[in-house]
């Protein structure tokens, strides 16, 4: 998970409520990146670890870090595999050892601020010829984020809520790639909006009670002021989301993937048909995939 300057706390147990839905995008990042046998791979911001057994499992051979701010995350991280090296830093200072092959971060960018400045620093961690992978959700525009925008505008809360949206630190797909093209070998950019099947708008605050509401409800005096604010937000929730003739609701959710290779010797896969002498030419991929279709519905 990421770092913003407020001591509030992850709850893994709350976070892991909707393990499935939350590791799916990270499969597909993962899935994605063309290199072959990396020697040393760390996951940044790898919370209660879900994200890091991904990557174990692409490269199982591969030495292994993981880092994140919160020591809750990291207790229940480490339960999970012992064979990772499991670190506390905080995000915007870490920096390996040595550079690492891949270096892979799952929704935990968009809580770190500037990113002109880090996501240049990422890469530089990177070894020649390896790739820095990031996920982070896109949503500053969703309705569950803008029923938070309304619901911060009235009530005894309105004066002590912090900002809404981590999203807002975001860049746009080709802002990211004109930032890394520079200093890359290629660079690919591209957003998914998956569609969630979830038992009813109760899930959908209890999802955004385990990332993106975790300072809005500490800043909150007490918990008569906290389970009010809760319930005014499940009715705004419960507008914009209708349940469904079966009684669910589809929870739309965009996420933004980029991954950059560094120049240099590489082991990469080729892909089929990849023409070898290409492979050096810094190359733009910037595209948004067909939305997927409901990822089912059981209650994850």
Same mark, same amino acid.
């Given at each position: !998970?990421?770092?913003?300057?407020? &001591?509030?706390?992850?709850?893994?147990?709350?976070?892991?409520?909707?393990? =499935?839905?939350? *590791? =799916?995008?990270?499969?597909?990042?993962?899935?994605?990146?063309?290199?072959?046998?990396?020697?040393?791979?760390?996951?940044? @911001?790898? @919370?209660?670890?879900?994200?890091?057994?991904? %990557?174990?499992?692409?490269?199982?051979? &591969?030495?292994?870090?993981?880092? +994140?701010?919160?020591? +809750? !995350?990291?207790?229940?991280?480490?339960?999970? $595999?012992?064979?990772?090296?499991?670190?506390?830093? +905080?995000?915007?200072?870490?920096?390996?050892?040595?550079?690492?092959?891949?270096?892979?971060?799952? &929704?935990?960018?968009?809580?770190?601020? +500037?990113?002109?400045?880090?996501?240049?620093?990422? %890469?530089?961690?990177?070894?020649?010829?390896?790739?820095?992978?990031?996920? !982070?959700?896109?949503?500053?525009?969703?309705?569950?984020?803008?029923? %938070?925008?309304? %619901?911060?505008?009235?009530?005894?809360? /309105?004066?002590?809520?912090?900002?809404?949206?981590?999203? *807002?630190?975001?860049?746009? &797909?080709?802002?990211?790639?004109?930032?890394?093209?520079?200093?890359?070998?290629?660079? $690919?950019?591209?957003?998914?909006?998956?569609?969630?099947?979830?038992?009813?708008?109760?899930?959908?605050?209890?999802?955004?009670?385990?990332?993106?509401?975790?300072?809005?409800?500490?800043?909150?005096?007490?918990?008569?002021?906290?389970?009010?604010?809760?319930?005014?937000?499940?009715?705004?929730?419960?507008?914009?989301?209708? =349940?469904?003739?079966? @009684?669910?609701?589809?929870?739309?959710?965009?996420?933004?993937?980029?991954?950059?290779?560094?120049?240099?010797? *590489?082991? /990469?896969?080729? =892909?089929?048909?990849?023409?070898?002498?290409?492979?050096?030419?810094? /190359?733009?991929?910037?595209?948004?995939?067909?939305?997927?279709?409901? *990822?089912?519905?059981?209650? /994850?």
């Amino acid at each position: !998970m990421g770092t913003r300057p407020t &001591a509030v706390r992850w709850e893994p147990a709350r976070y892991l409520e909707f393990e =499935r839905e939350r *590791s =799916r995008p990270c499969r597909d990042l993962v899935a994605r990146i063309e290199v072959a046998e990396p020697h040393r791979v760390a996951d940044l @911001g790898c @919370g209660p670890g879900n994200s890091t057994a991904i %990557l174990r499992g692409r490269w199982p051979r &591969a030495e292994c870090a993981a880092v +994140d701010s919160s020591a +809750d !995350m990291l207790a229940t991280a480490r339960a999970s $595999d012992p064979t990772v090296h499991w670190m506390l830093a +905080d995000l915007r200072t870490w920096a390996p050892v040595a550079p690492v092959d891949v270096l892979l971060s799952n &929704a935990a960018m968009h809580w770190i601020p +500037d990113h002109a400045h880090e996501f240049p620093r990422l %890469l530089g961690c990177v070894a020649p010829g390896g790739a820095l992978a990031i996920q !982070m959700p896109a949503n500053s525009t969703e309705p569950y984020q803008e029923a %938070l925008t309304r %619901l911060q505008t009235r009530g005894p809360w /309105r004066d002590v809520l912090p900002p809404a949206d981590p999203d *807002s630190e975001l860049l746009s &797909a080709t802002e990211y790639y004109d930032l890394l093209a520079p200093i890359a070998r290629e660079v $690919d950019v591209w957003d998914t909006r998956y569609y969630h099947v979830l038992p009813g708008p109760e899930a959908i605050v209890e999802w955004t009670r385990g990332a993106g509401l975790r300072p809005w409800l500490a800043a909150l005096a007490s918990d008569v002021l906290r389970e009010r604010f809760l319930a005014e937000y499940l009715e705004e929730v419960t507008t914009v989301y209708p =349940r469904r003739a079966d @009684g669910r609701v589809v929870f739309p959710f965009l996420r933004r993937f980029l991954i950059a290779y560094r120049e240099g010797r *590489s082991n /990469r896969r080729d =892909r089929p048909g990849r023409v070898r002498g290409l492979a050096s030419r810094t /190359r733009a991929r910037i595209r948004r995939t067909p939305s997927h279709r409901p *990822s089912g519905s059981r209650s /994850r």
